[in-house]
């Protein structure tokens, strides 16, 4: 499994984005999917997360602004953000597990910048 990720860029605070991750190769295999990403100075953290039925789960620090949805016809994930702040800038990375799972993740996007500026 392969995973594409893109949409990232250069915000004012209070703006939106959509990324998207294309997965190609065994996508039958593909069980939980997510978006995590990685702050200057941070850690890796997991901000949505869905799984094969279209269940959701999200971090605190994004509810109510970022919405995680997946396109199982066109093999795509997407993450819309909304109301960007400052503190979203981050590499952010979308991953998916054979297992219905958010830790252990087989398969890794190459990551897309985002920059908010206040």
């Known amino acids: 499994v392969q995973l594409q990720a893109s949409g990232g860029g250069l915000v004012q605070a209070g703006g939106s984005l959509t990324l998207s991750c294309a997965a190609s190769?065994?996508?039958?295999?593909?069980?939980?999917m997510g978006w995590y990403r990685r702050a200057p100075g941070k850690q890796r953290e997991l901000i949505a997360g869905i799984t094969s039925g279209g269940n959701t789960d999200y971090a605190e620090s994004v509810k109510g602004r970022f919405t995680i949805s997946r396109d199982n016809t066109n093999n795509t994930l997407y993450l819309q953000v909304n109301n960007l702040k400052p503190e979203d800038t981050a590499v952010y990375y979308c991953a998916a597990s054979r297992k219905q799972s958010y830790t252990g993740l087989d398969y890794w996007g190459q990551g897309t910048q985002v920059t908010v500026s206040s």
């Open positions: 190769g065994n996508i039958d295999s593909i069980n939980n």
